[in-house]
């Protein structure tokens, strides 16, 4: 291959780069897989040439917050189709997390799943090292070989950290690594047998409900703990009112606290349980509106900074069941964006502050070299319209799974073509 044939050059669109503060009609050259050029700029002669015009041109998305299931679980997904339908939602970027079988706790499975996703080459996969072994709660991991291996955080996803000694040890232990760790915040105590939120909506379906203390009490807790250690803390899927206000106060207070908020809980309430369906379940539980609100307030004060969509595929087995015996979850890479972008038809974001919590601000948690245009980053972009609608339909989705609770939800904001190190991994229509 010549040098000119890795050119290539997007021409007139929108572009934004929450990182850099970019906001302007711009040209963009492409060149070995990286930013070589950006402003007004004409094409190299032979220069492949993609028109943007009338579309927003933006960092690929980076999602710090999804479940590939391989290994152990490939028949609800895999690493090349969970990373094909990233690359249909935009995001060339994925935070794998640590919930597979084997579970991702040893370096040699860190290398299974990188070499997956090389292989399957749609979008760049980052691994989230478990936080204890096995997920048990009980023996940390040795994060430092983990690190070494590719792990960019740790979480016991999917189950919390119960044992406050074994909490305040990772914290202490995260720092020699700087490593981010990552907290399903849930007291298994309180949850007991619940399989929805507390509240009015349980109660007339005669389910058993989980209420918002169970994810306060943890976050309480654990910053605490972070103040005794320093260590540096992450609320995954952030659900309730109390639990905003308590990262709100750790963030006044200087602690190194973030959090992060789902699409779903950004969007919808536990009267999309309806009449039981499944495809509303999840954990932690969609909550009631007062604490959807205040997700949304604490986006808008920069308290909650990133947006992931919790991508959490399933097979129809482990959904067409009653209720309570539902798996938990829901498939989110093909929704994240246009979800994200009623924050901005509603006045909840800006556009650019939208993009932030999809690009910039998950990549400086995972400090990892992705979520910018700058010349010299890695060439991962998306180019979108966002004028355009469309409804959701599941069974038009990219992935093995169809467990989508926007299923039939009128939409605005569509992905044309995602760009990974220089190359077209997915066009609209294709």
Known sequence: MSPESDLFFIKGGRVIDPACKFD???????ARGKIQAIGRLDPPAGCPVLDAD?????????????HLRE??????ETIASGTRTAAAGGVTSVAAMANTQPVMDDPSVVGYVLEKARAAGYANVFPIGALTRGLQGKTLTEMGLLQMAGCVAFSDDGHAVMDSGVMRKALDYS?????????HAEDMGLTAQGCMNEGVVASRLGLPGIPTESEEIIVDRDIRLVGLTGGRYHVAHI????????????????????????PHHL???????????????????????????ALREGLAQGIIGVIASDHAPHDLDSKRVPFCQAANGVVGLETLLPITLELVRDGVLTLMGALATLTCNPSRLL???????AVEAPADLVLFDNTEA?????????????????????VVGRVKYTILAGRIVHRDGD
């Not at 009338?54 to 999804?66: K, N, R, S, T």
């Not at 290994?71 to 609800?76: Q, R």
């Not at 709100?248 to 200087?254: D, E, F």
Request: proline share 4%; with cysteine.
């Open 239 to 262: 659900s309730s009112r109390g639990a905003v206000q308590a990262v709100a106060r750790a963030r006044q207070q200087g602690l190194p606290v973030s959090c992060e908020a789902t």
């Open 71 to 76: 290994p152990g679980f490939e028949f609800k």
């Open 390 to 410: 469309w409804s959701v339909d599941a069974s038009r989705l990219h992935g093995m799974a169809r467990n989508t609770c926007f299923h039939g939800r009128r």
């Open 367 to 373: 400090g990892i070299n992705r979520g910018t245009l």
């Open 267 to 293: 969007a919808l309430t536990d009267v999309a349980v309806g009449d039981y369906d499944t495809d509303a379940k999840m954990s932690p539980p969609l909550r009631g509106e007062a604490d959807r609100l």
């Open 24 to 30: 302007a009609t711009a040209d963009i050259l492409l």
């Open 54 to 66: 009338g579309l927003v041109v933006a960092p690929g998305l980076v999602d710090m917050h999804v």
């Open 175 to 183: 720092r020699a690594f700087d490593a981010l760790l990552i907290q």
